[in-house]
């Protein structure tokens, strides 16, 4: 079992940047494909990016190529969300999560959630 626990959120400028952080408990902590989702008010949750075991292969989602930048220390059991260039659009409550099989970009191939953090984005 894995818990999580992110931290990093705020209010931000359009343009602006932010990194997220999630601490994860657990000695198995490397063995996981680890991943951040977020949630918008009246919208499905959506995946963000995900990053293999080792942090050698990483995945993003359509929306956020080319600006975010997932990464991981096993060593500090913690896995980051770089966030560049956010815009409004991005607001949401971001939460990261344990892989257990399945796609990677699928919400219910993760068996272990955070509580999520804010990030708002403002125009």
């Known amino acids: 079992q894995v818990q999580l626990v992110e931290s990093g959120g705020g209010l931000v400028q359009a343009g602006g940047s932010l990194r997220l952080s999630c601490a994860a408990s657990?000695?198995?902590?490397?063995?996981?494909?680890m991943g951040w989702f977020r949630q918008a008010p009246g919208k499905e949750r959506e995946f963000v990016a995900a990053?293999?075991?080792?942090?050698?292969?990483?995945y993003y989602g359509d929306s956020v190529k080319g600006r975010f930048t997932i990464s991981r220390d096993n060593a500090k059991n913690t896995v980051y969300l770089q966030m560049n260039s956010l815009k409004p659009d991005d607001t949401a409550v971001y939460s990261c999560?344990?892989?257990?099989?399945?796609?990677?970009?699928?919400?219910?191939?993760?068996?272990?959630w955070g509580q999520g953090t804010q990030v708002t984005v403002s125009s």
């Open positions: 999560a344990a892989h257990r099989s399945g796609s990677y970009y699928d919400t219910s191939s993760y068996s272990w």
């Open positions: 657990g000695r198995t902590f490397s063995s996981y494909v």
């Open positions: 990053i293999n075991w080792s942090g050698s292969r990483t």
